[in-house]
T-cell receptor
């Protein structure tokens, strides 16, 4: 596609529920990244994929968070047993290869009530 | 640990003014530095990317400079317009020997250009 697409744009869920956030990167981009942005803060790194594998998941806050990219294109960020502190904007970005500029999607605003 | 700081946190200027946004980073071993714009409730739009070997990049009314040795970057906006109102974020890209990379962001400067 022309840009990075994220769905849904907004998600409201109850505490304890499971959510999935989807990212469609730019076609042909091998590198994919997830970031999380809390109100008034800059985005913080969660996980980086190169192809199908997670090259670095050191930013995932705990084991309730997991991300996959099974075919090297679309990625899904999964959050189990959501907590109110998970409320944030989740941003996805892609890049043609390591070390190039990033293109970000519009984000998914997650609200846990 | 790389830390990125942006000053000021907020800036309000009259239309037509030239302005400078500042970004500093603690670790000079960056691969590149990227400036983004973020409108309320929106994602990030890339404005300029400066490779570590470069000193500056220009796009229209925007000019970004990079001084790795002092750990500083500036974004210069000429002849500001109300449409420039947004939050501006700088981010330093770090590459690791393990094959990973990550952008480290500042908290941003919220710019308001008044008509």
């Amino acid at each position: 596609g022309a840009g990075v697409s994220q769905t849904p744009s907004n998600k409201v869920t109850e505490k304890g529920k499971y959510v999935e956030l989807r990212c469609d990167p730019i076609s042909g981009h091998t590198a994919l990244y997830w970031y999380r942005q809390s109100l008034g803060q800059g985005p913080e790194f969660l996980i980086y994929f190169q192809g199908t594998g997670a090259a670095d998941d050191s930013g995932l806050p705990n084991d309730r968070f997991f991300a996959v990219r099974p075919e090297g294109s679309v990625s899904t960020l999964k959050i189990q047993r959501t907590e109110r502190g998970d409320s944030a904007v989740y941003l996805c970005a892609s890049s043609p290869t390591r070390g190039w500029g990033y293109t970000f999607g519009s984000g998914t605003r997650l609200t846990v009530v | 640990k790389q830390e990125v700081t942006q000053i000021p946190a907020a800036l309000s200027v009259p239309e037509g003014e030239n302005l400078v946004l500042n970004c500093s980073f603690t670790d000079s071993a960056i691969y590149n530095l990227q400036w983004f714009r973020q409108d309320p409730g929106k994602g990030l739009t890339s404005l300029l990317l400066i490779q570590s070997s470069q000193r500056e990049q220009t796009s229209g009314r925007l000019n970004a400079s990079l001084d790795k040795s002092s750990g500083r970057s500036t974004l210069y906006i000429a002849a500001s317009q109300p449409g420039d109102s947004a939050t501006y974020l700088c981010a330093a890209l770090l590459l690791t020997q393990g094959g990973s990379e990550k952008l480290v962001f500042g908290k941003g400067t919220k710019l308001t250009v008044n008509p």
